[in-house]
């Protein structure tokens, strides 16, 4: 989403990768970032608790990423490739909305889209926006290309094109509506009970709520 639940685990398995008993000669290097994507602490993850995982020595890491930052980072990519994949289902940013019943339901969809990645993917999602996030958002957002933060100031200007709010969107209309699914998010993954409904129920209230809010 635009801008800057996982279940409980026992005491002597938070934070473990799955154990993976083989590897292909060269595989290594894919190995290790599906372990790092399967784990239920990606952000707490050790080069350590990861090697044990793959069965290889910490050394074997090094051959493939320079430090465990470059690891999280090239893990952070495919996160933000994933969230955007999302987002590219529920409308084509290259085309303006047809209508204004099509405006407001690519806001309810990336709000519906970035709480169900959060909900489906909670590891990486902290990985991606917690409180360690802002290096691997640096690297993980290259500015040629597009990118998951670029689909919400999209709908939003949707939304004035199309007449549903009058006022042409700027940064910080773009930082309140990021801030309304984002800290819907951080509810639920906190377990808060009014969070905790549907998702397309929060979606289109959250979405109905930024609309107002707008004029």
Same mark, same amino acid.
């Given at each position: 989403m635009p801008y800057e639940m996982p279940r409980l685990q026992s005491r002597s398995t938070r934070g473990s990768p799955p154990r993976v008993k083989r590897f292909h000669h060269g595989s290594? *290097?894919?190995? @290790?970032?599906?372990? =790092?994507? #399967?784990?239920?602490?990606?952000?707490?993850?050790?080069?350590?608790?990861?090697?044990?995982?793959?069965?290889?020595?910490?050394?074997?890491?090094?051959?493939?990423?320079?430090?465990?930052?470059?690891l999280l980072g090239e893990v952070a990519c495919i996160g933000f490739d994933r969230l955007e994949a999302r987002f590219a289902e529920v409308f084509d940013i290259d085309r303006p909305p047809a209508s204004a019943t099509?405006? *407001?339901?690519? @806001?309810?969809?990336? =709000?519906? #889209?970035?709480?169900?990645?959060?909900d489906d993917e909670p590891a990486l999602w902290q990985l991606m926006f917690g409180s360690q996030a802002a290096a691997y958002r640096a690297t993980a957002q290259?500015?040629?290309?597009?990118n998951s933060y670029d689909y919400l100031p999209a709908a939003l200007l949707g939304l004035h094109r199309c007449g549903v709010v009058a006022r042409a969107p700027d940064e910080r209309d773009a930082l309140f509506a990021w801030s309304a699914v984002h800290g819907t998010a951080m509810l639920r993954?906190?377990?808060?009970?009014?969070?905790?409904?549907?998702?397309?129920?929060?979606?289109?209230d959250v979405a109905d709520r930024v609309v107002r809010s707008l004029g």
């Open positions: 290594l *290097r894919q190995t @290790l970032l599906d372990a =790092a994507l #399967a784990a239920p602490d990606i952000e707490g993850l050790s080069l350590n608790q990861l090697a044990a995982g793959a069965g290889v020595t910490p050394a074997a890491i090094y051959r493939h990423f320079a430090s465990r930052e470059d099509d405006a *407001r339901a690519r @806001l309810e969809g990336l =709000a519906h #889209a970035y709480l169900g990645f959060a290259p500015m040629a290309r597009r993954a906190g377990r808060v009970p009014a969070a905790l409904g549907p998702v397309s129920v929060l979606a289109s």
